[in-house]
């Protein structure tokens, strides 16, 4: 593990996002807009939005970083620098963690102006701390940031790795509760939704929601942060200094 | 031969590689020496780049040896020591020259004027600001190549470096690569261009991944007794043959 190395890692990473402002503006703007369009949407039932609002601030980084990531390193993989890099004095973890390090700080970006205007113009309102639901933003970002990492070695091409998106992810985001109660759903359909990190994504977020900050919250945290670690260690296992 | 098996940098024993199913590399042998810039010439197709990534320590290998300055090839301490130059260009499209060899250069914990260096090396200093997307097909293989040479590694290992390059720019880089020489600098440079093969001290011919003739230039022509490299090389071929 080498801070220098990865601290490499981060800031190349961000000064490549920093060169594409288009991207940037879809990062921030496009959650904007969801959060404007709920709240029109549902402007005769608010809590519609009320319930839908928070978990969607907090889930968006994830799909966004999922995407961007898994694209960012198939590049690396598909044009050679992460053959070059494997023959430099470079950890397999340190890459990733430079990685999720970068992604991170993108996420507090978009997390802070989506909560701005959430919280702020739009009205959205939850029990417990805001600071809380921006927190919960940023840890589902690199969630989605360790899970791109790992999917990047199965695609061949970036249209593949593009689809992986509605495999991994929209599966999630049907099941975590947000949709359907999961005490409503049937045996099985819990059981995936049991297995899947998303879903404890969610009930953290609804806890906040809530304001009930309690043991139950405490874990989902916990698994959340377990997934990240256990994304990162697929991953690194994905990466290989000799290749066929 | 005896002055040269002393310092040997780069020693290939029995290199077995098979890569998608195909035997790339059947069972090569054959051995860089210190301080020299050795051209390593051969069809495309002929298993060069196989070659130079078991070298680097990138390459899966089936069988045999690689050591590199003393060391199994891709060991850790090798890292830092040898410079590596893929064949195409493996820099970062939407970072500038200098940031590419900036973040490179971090990597490998080499001193900040390492990078103003590189480039002054090959020739882009009125080009370290533009974005490498905007360069052309020439100038991305110099800021691939300028990213090898950071931090003065011991063993350069470069594949094919001067293709598509005007013939001043290739003169020059010859130049610099016999000056890194001179200064204790072993290199291996590939390239399937045989008019490259009299600027180099020492020559490995490859052909269907096995070891032609290896020697220098004079060496070998002494041995056909034709004086083009070009028919050294069709000679070769006809006496492998018969």
């Not at chain 1, 689809?163 to 099985?188: D, H, K, N, T």
């Not at chain 2, 210190?34 to 390593?40: I, K």
């Not at chain 2, 990138?58 to 020591?81: D, I, K, N």
Request: charge should be neutral; include cysteine.
């Amino acid at each position: 593990m080498s801070l220098r190395v990865t601290g490499a890692v981060a800031a190349r990473v961000l000064a490549q996002l920093r060169r594409d402002p288009r991207t940037i503006a879809l990062i921030v703007g496009v959650p904007c807009l969801l959060q404007t369009l709920l709240k029109e949407l549902f402007a005769g039932s608010s809590p519609v939005f009320q319930h839908v609002g928070a978990p969607l601030l907090g889930l968006f980084p994830f799909v966004t970083m999922f995407l961007v990531t898994s694209i960012t390193m198939l590049r690396e993989r598909t044009t050679g620098t992460l053959e070059r890099l494997m023959t430099l004095p470079l950890g397999k973890f340190d890459l990733l963690a430079g990685y999720g390090a970068a992604f991170a700080v993108f996420a507090a970006l978009q997390a802070t102006i989506v909560s701005a205007l959430a919280f702020g113009l739009l009205g959205l309102h939850v029990a417990g701390p805001q600071v809380v639901v921006g927190a919960l933003a940023v840890a589902n970002a690199v969630l989605g940031t360790a899970l791109g990492l790992f999917v990047s070695a199965f695609a061949q091409t970036e249209f593949q790795a593009v689809q992986f998106m509605p495999a991994m992810v929209f599966p999630q985001i049907l099941l975590c509760g947000l949709f359907v109660g999961r005490s409503s759903m049937a045996a099985w359909l819990r059981w995936i939704s049991d297995a899947m990190p998303l879903t404890y994504a969610y009930d953290a977020l609804a806890h906040t929601a809530a304001d009930t900050l309690d043991g139950r919250f405490a874990a989902d945290v916990a698994v959340v942060c377990g997934c990240i670690v256990l994304a990162l260690a697929l991953g690194a296992a994905t990466l290989r200094r000799r290749t066929g | 031969m005896d002055a040269r098996l002393n310092g040997v940098a780069i020693r290939v024993e029995a290199l077995h590689v098979v890569r998608g199913g195909k035997v790339v590399l059947p069972e090569l042998t054959c051995a860089v020496a210190h301080g020299t810039v050795t051209g390593l010439l051969g069809p495309s197709g002929s298993g060069k780049s196989t070659l130079i990534r078991s070298v680097v320590g990138v390459q899966r290998v089936a069988g045999g040896r690689v050591e590199v300055l003393g060391e199994p090839a891709g060991a850790r301490p090798l890292r830092s020591r040898v410079g590596y130059m893929t064949q195409a260009p493996s820099v970062y499209e939407d970072l500038t020259v200098r940031e590419n060899l900036r973040f490179f250069a971090r990597v490998l914990g080499a001193e900040r004027g390492t990078v103003e260096r590189a480039i002054g090396d090959v020739s882009l200093d009125d080009h370290a600001d533009r974005v490498v997307s905007r360069l052309s097909g020439g100038q991305r293989a110099r800021v691939s190549l300028a990213t090898a040479l950071l931090g003065a590694p011991d063993l350069l290992v470069l594949d094919e470096p001067t293709v598509g390059l005007d013939p001043v720019l290739r003169r020059d880089l010859w130049q610099l690569f016999h000056a890194l020489a001179e200064r204790g600098t072993t290199l291996l440079v590939s390239s399937h261009v045989m008019d490259e093969a009299d600027r180099c001290d020492a020559l490995l011919l490859l052909r269907d991944g096995r070891l032609l003739a290896e020697g220098t230039p004079a060496e070998l022509r002494a041995r056909t007794g034709v004086t083009q490299l070009d028919d050294v090389f069709l000679r070769l071929v006809d006496g492998a043959a018969t």
